[in-house]
């Protein structure tokens, strides 16, 4: 069956490299079985493959779908699934084919969401091979439209604009304010800091003439103009401000107990090193070292790569339903925008502090790690949103500071 797909241009190029892969999406996360790939496990005419199954698939009894986790993986004690060989190959793939492979195996890293009449077709950054292909491109992120088939696939969100209870909300012209949005994210007029903050600015706006009225809304979303705010001056008063955050939240994250990422854990290391997070200097002490990192290495490698952190956010807001990804508030979405975001650049200022370097190459590795570690977390991010909110920290004056 065919049906209306729309996806970023570099989808169409992207192919699992499977065993080469230097991160493996088979190890280190759970691995869910949806109800009718779980069946066929048990109904295999192969037998060694069959006492497999017994031995390491199991109900689970706490699935909140059947088409995601009717069943589970039981993993080894080095999280590693047992399915996955000494060459890092799928021994249910190679033994059995494609069509045994569950719906979340087959699907990773594509995300597919429910739009109105389309489907909408993206790739987790949290895939080396995906991350490379998307950050990588200096021309930017762009879509297209086309009529094929849609495979296997497990559903992240579901927007019907035209349902009655939208007709008084956002959500109606949401199409139309993610679309705004982009392209204030891809407006290269502006440095990548500003035009953070005039899409903040947008969002805020827009926020306040909706509660207005529809007619309000609109008029601003139509009539918003990016050149009419000033330029942003570079700022590092809000550093200590960052430091002390920084510092709290990679505390509260438990990087050393709760992370299974080998990698993400010696990139804190770093970070904690290169800005003394544990050592005794005051606070002025490690927020002039980050200002050292971001005048050296940070805001020159911005400068001449900032697509890789323009496709990152693209992506990630394609992927999220942005702006409502958190909230119906559109602002609450660019908080969490901002968050992931200032994740990304303080390890990188920290990482190429450590270096003496800045490269892309680094640069792609440390967010397709952040993204494998946060991203993908039950609820990290979003306690750090609820967090900023429940302080009254969700306004553009404490995001400038940040920026």
Not at 207 to 226: G, R
Not at 298 to 311: Q, R, T
């Amino acid at each position: 069956m065919t049906t209306k797909l729309v996806y970023p241009t570099y989808l169409k190029h992207f192919q699992c490299i499977g065993g080469s892969c230097e991160d493996s999406c088979c190890i280190g996360w759970a691995v869910d079985i949806d109800r009718l790939t779980y069946r066929q496990y048990f109904r295999t005419k192969d037998l060694s493959m069959r006492e497999m199954f017994k031995t390491y698939v199991y109900k689970n009894k706490d699935s909140y779908s059947e088409n995601v986790d009717y069943g589970k993986v039981r993993l080894e004690a080095s999280m590693r699934c047992p399915f996955l060989d000494t060459d890092h190959y799928c021994e249910i793939y190679r033994t059995l084919g494609e069509s045994y492979l569950s719906n979340v195996c087959t699907s990773y890293p594509r995300v597919t969401n429910a739009i109105d009449d389309f489907y909408e077709i993206s790739l987790y950054v949290s895939c080396p091979e995906a991350a490379r292909l998307i950050l990588l491109n200096p021309d930017g992120i762009c879509f297209q439209e086309s009529i094929q088939p849609l495979n296997k696939h497990i559903l992240g969100s579901i927007v019907d604009t035209r349902l009655e209870e939208y007709q008084q909300s956002p959500i109606q012209y949401f199409k139309e304010i993610r679309s705004k949005c982009i392209q204030l994210i891809q407006n290269r007029k502006y440095a990548l800091p500003e035009r953070l903050v005039i899409l903040g600015i947008f969002l805020e706006g827009l926020d306040e003439q909706s509660e207005i009225s529809q007619n309000a809304m609109l008029s601003y979303l139509n009539t918003f103009n990016p050149d009419a705010y000033p330029t942003i001056a570079s700022d590092f008063t809000g550093l200590p401000l960052q430091i002390n955050l920084f510092q709290k939240w990679i505390e509260n994250l438990n990087v050393l107990t709760d992370i299974e990422s080998e990698k993400f854990v010696a990139f804190t290391h770093i970070v904690q090193d290169s800005f003394m997070l544990n050592g005794p200097c005051d606070i002025k002490k490690k927020a002039s070292l980050y200002e050292e990192s971001m005048t050296k290495y940070m805001n020159p490698f911005m400068e001449e790569h900032g697509y890789i952190f323009e496709n990152d956010l693209v992506n990630l807001m394609f992927r999220n339903v942005f702006p409502f990804s958190a909230t119906h508030c559109m602002f609450d979405g660019y908080m969490m925008l901002i968050i992931h975001f200032l994740w990304i650049r303080f390890y990188l200022a920290g990482v190429f502090k450590h270096n003496k370097e800045a490269s892309p190459e680094e640069a792609v590795l440390l967010i397709q790690v952040l993204a494998k570690t946060l991203d993908h977390h039950n609820t990290f991010l979003d306690d750090l949103f609820h967090e900023l909110k429940d302080n009254e920290f969700d306004h553009m004056e404490f995001v400038k500071a940040l920026l």
